[in-house]
Each structure stands twice: as C-alpha cells, then as structure tokens.
C-alpha cells in the first residue's frame, strides 16, 4: 500500500510468525500428540497377559483302555509260523491262566504232517502230577540209552519221573475227550496239559488251556 511521508510503519512484534509457519507448527504438534497416544495405547496391550497357547488346542483325554488292553480272555500270540516251519521245531512261551493268574511256561511243537494243512501240540511244561518240569527230547539216542526206550521220533520226557509222552499219540481221559501225548512209558497218569492253539495268519496264538 502506498506509504504516507513521515510516518514509519509500526515495527513487527516480537515473537510474531506469519499464518502459514504458525500452521505448520500446530499440524507436527497434532501429529506428535497423536504418535505418543499410539505408542501409549500400544504399550498397554502389549502389558496384557495372554492365555497359554495349549488352552486353544487342550482337549480332554478320552479313554483308549478297551483297544489297548489285554484281558484274560484275549488270546495270546505265541509264536509266528516261519519260527516253526521244520517238523518237530519247538518253542518255549509262557501261557496266562486266566484260571490262577499265573503266567505257566508252556512249549508248542510243530507236528509232522502236511506242509499246506500243519499241525501243532502245546502243552504246559509244570505237570501237577509230578515233581519236575517237562523235557522235550530230540535226540534218539538219549532216549534209548538213558530212558531205556527205543523211539521213531522226539519225545517229551518227565526226567525224574522217567516218564516219557509221545507227541503222536493220543490217549482218552475219565471224561471222555482226547487228548495228546499218551503215556508210553513209565507211570504216568495222563498226558500233560494240553493248551489249544490256533493259526491266525502267519501267527500262532494260544487260546486256552485245559
């Protein structure tokens, strides 16, 4: 505007900005407050406990006894056909009385016979009837020389009963049944205690005994 002769103009204030400078300052002043109630906000949640990760994924256990456990009744695998693909092999195993609870030592032995239809004996190695554990003989000599028995095949022998039973033979009890390994020498009551056996696949597995 044009200037009137001696008169000065009015000096500018101190501390004055122009309205553009004052804008600015007041936009990076919003922008500041704005950042440290974000910063603040965040450090809140951050201070929050979580829950546990496992309590998104926790389930209850659920009871998987019945499939896993074996009862008394269940039938025991005591052996695998390619453990007794000779005639006369054997194998020891222990048999559960679901009777007594007791585990008694058994054998099973692989009876000659068909090689598509086999055959098998076991039986309880503990005789009731008698003071000594149960021998399965293989060698004929041994049962011709020390048992006095000339035999064809392996026996199964008493030793301090000297009394021998053939796996080939079958005998009848008071009841009526048949059952094997006849007594062919010495004096013993009956066979020994039979167990059934049964062949499920490739495996053997003892059902129940006598």
Same mark, same amino acid.
């Given at each position: $505007?044009? *200037?009137?002769?001696?008169? &000065? /103009?009015?000096?500018?204030?101190?501390? %004055?900005?122009?309205?553009?400078?004052?804008?600015?300052?007041?936009?990076?002043?919003?922008?500041?407050?704005?950042?440290?109630?974000?910063?603040?906000? *965040?450090?809140?949640?951050?201070? =929050?406990?979580?829950?546990?990760?496992?309590?998104?994924?926790?389930?209850?256990?659920?009871?998987?006894?019945?499939?896993?456990?074996?009862?008394?009744?269940?039938? &025991?695998?005591?052996?695998?056909?390619?453990?007794?693909?000779?005639?006369?092999?054997? =194998?020891?195993?222990?048999?559960? #009385?679901? =009777?007594?609870?007791?585990?008694?030592?058994?054998?099973?032995?692989?009876?000659?016979?068909?090689?598509? &239809?086999?055959? %098998?004996?076991?039986?309880? @190695?503990? &005789?009731?009837?008698?003071?000594?554990?149960?021998?399965?003989?293989?060698? @004929?000599?041994?049962?011709?020389?020390?048992?006095?028995?000339?035999?064809?095949?392996?026996?199964?022998?008493? #030793?301090? #009963?000297?009394? @021998?039973?053939?796996?080939?033979? $079958?005998?009848?009890?008071?009841?009526?049944?048949?059952? *094997?390994?006849?007594?062919? *020498?010495?004096?013993?009551?009956?066979?020994? $205690?039979?167990?059934?056996? /049964?062949?499920?696949?490739?495996?053997?597995?003892?059902?129940?005994?006598?």
């Amino acid at each position: $505007m044009p *200037r009137i002769p001696g008169v &000065n /103009e009015a000096p500018t204030p101190a501390g %004055f900005q122009p309205k553009p400078h004052l804008a600015l300052a007041l936009a990076a002043l919003l922008c500041a407050s704005g950042f440290a109630l974000w910063l603040l906000h *965040r450090r809140n949640t951050d201070l =929050k406990p979580s829950a546990p990760a496992e309590a998104a994924t926790y389930s209850a256990p659920t009871s998987s006894a019945s499939s896993t456990k074996t009862t008394d009744t269940e039938p &025991n695998a005591i052996a695998t056909l390619y453990e007794l693909t000779k005639p006369w092999s054997s =194998k020891t195993f222990h048999f559960l #009385d679901p =009777k007594t609870q007791q585990s008694v030592p058994a054998m099973i032995i692989h009876l000659p016979g068909s090689a598509t &239809n086999p055959s %098998f004996w076991a039986f309880a @190695l503990t &005789n009731p009837l008698s003071r000594c554990q149960l021998q399965y003989v293989t060698d @004929l000599r041994v049962l011709s020389q020390r048992y006095a028995y000339s035999a064809e095949h392996p026996m199964v022998v008493s #030793d301090c #009963d000297g009394i @021998l039973y053939d796996p080939l033979k $079958m005998a009848t009890l008071p009841d009526g049944s048949w059952v *094997r390994g006849d007594v062919v *020498r010495g004096g013993g009551i009956r066979p020994p $205690m039979s167990i059934q056996v /049964e062949v499920r696949g490739r495996d053997l597995v003892a059902k129940r005994m006598e």
